[in-house]
């Protein structure tokens, strides 16, 4: 079974950081794509960040050089590395997973089947 658990979610000033983690099981990180979205209350579902099969990492527009995804294989756990956080980041963000999600798919949330709870980030200015 396919489970993702999100963490690292809080209360931060602008200008600050935050980690978040994602542990999964159910898969191993060769077979799937992860990727991190946002969503505010009364939005689309945004994607923010993920890594494809093969260890490419692509990242939305709005957080380019402000946020890093990475992966710890052996701890079943993929990281988003967020600096310089300013209100516009504040939404709920999920991690997300599935196999066969082909490139010009990664960023689209329609792609994945298996998603996590959701942890809260609020930035405050």
């Known amino acids: 079974e396919v489970q993702l658990v999100e963490s690292g979610g809080g209360l931060v000033q602008a ?15 060769e077979d799937y794509a992860i990727a991190w979205f946002r969503q505010a209350p009364g939005k689309e579902r945004e994607g923010v960040s993920c890594i ?7 990242y939305g527009d709005s957080v380019k050089g402000r946020f890093t ?7 079943n756990t993929v990281y988003l590395q967020m600096n ?11 991690c ?8 010009s798919q990664l960023r ?8 996590g ?8 200015s």
């Not at 310089?84 to 999920?94: A, F, I, V």
């Not at 997300?96 to 490139?103: H, K, P, Q, R």
């Not at 709870?117 to 405050?124: E, F, P």
């Open 15 to 29: 200008g600050g950081s935050l980690t978040l983690s994602c542990v999964f099981t159910g898969f191993t990180f």
């Open 108 to 115: 689209n949330p329609g792609a994945y089947d298996y998603w």
């Open 69 to 75: 995804i990475s992966s710890d294989n052996a701890k």
């Open 117 to 124: 709870q959701g942890t809260r980030v609020t930035v405050s």
């Open 96 to 103: 997300a997973a599935d196999s066969g999600v082909i490139l």
């Open 84 to 94: 310089g956080l300013t209100d516009e980041d504040t939404d709920d963000y999920y």
């Open 52 to 58: 494809d099969v093969d260890g490419t990492s692509y």
